[in-house]
């Protein structure tokens, strides 16, 4: 899986180095900064994947900073933490694309949940069946591919449907070991070539 990079931006360091422990020991990896400019600075010399921005800061506040980030970037996704939410801030964040809100204090569980759903929307978090099955389907596409083979031909000779065949090579079905192997006969290839790099 790649490496996810967030930073984390708080001027409180305690909860700086709480969501770096947190999120590091997730497998993520994870700066975090104080300072609202210094957090400009990294964010200009190195790719991000998420910010976790608090909105009270010295220097820029969050809302000058989201202001700041999204003029240089406009994908990346920011996480907004606040202890004094206002309806202003939160429409102001939408206005941003700031792909979530979440009040100080919060629960731990909530807010892994939320960093997921933000990961999965920009597709940068593919869980280990998924990925899979998307290797395996792009497998059989290219080893079909490089034979010239259409779906239809493909069909005649596993037995399998043309619609089954489709849905495994776009990874939206879950091949049998039977038909994975009827596959691999048909391209004259190992099973275990469909697991691979390709």
Not at 114 to 140: A, F, H, M, W
């Amino acid at each position: 899986m790649r490496t996810i990079n967030i930073l984390v931006v708080d001027d409180d360091s305690d909860i700086c180095d709480y969501m770096s422990l947190v999120l590091t020991q997730q497998g993520y990896d994870v700066a975090a900064r104080t300072s609202s400019r210094e957090a400009l600075a990294e964010l200009r010399s190195r790719e991000y994947h998420v910010v976790i921005l608090d909105l009270m800061m010295p220097e820029l506040n969050g809302v000058e900073m989201l202001e700041e980030i999204r003029r240089f970037d406009n994908d990346v996704a920011i996480i907004i933490f606040t202890g004094h939410p206002t309806v202003d801030t939160a429409v102001t964040s939408l206005r941003y694309k700031v792909s979530d809100y979440i009040k100080k204090p919060f629960d731990v569980d909530a807010f892994n949940t939320s960093l997921e759903r933000v990961l999965r929307e920009k597709g940068l978090l593919i869980d280990p069946e998924e990925e899979l099955l998307l290797t395996i389907g792009r497998n059989i596409r290219a080893a079909r591919k490089d034979q010239s083979l259409t779906l239809k031909q493909m069909s005649r000779r596993t037995g399998l449907s043309v619609s089954l065949l489709s849905q495994i090579e776009r990874a939206e079905s879950s091949a049998s070991v039977s038909s994975l192997y009827k596959l691999a006969t048909a391209l004259d290839c190992r099973l275990t070539d469909f697991f691979g790099p390709y």
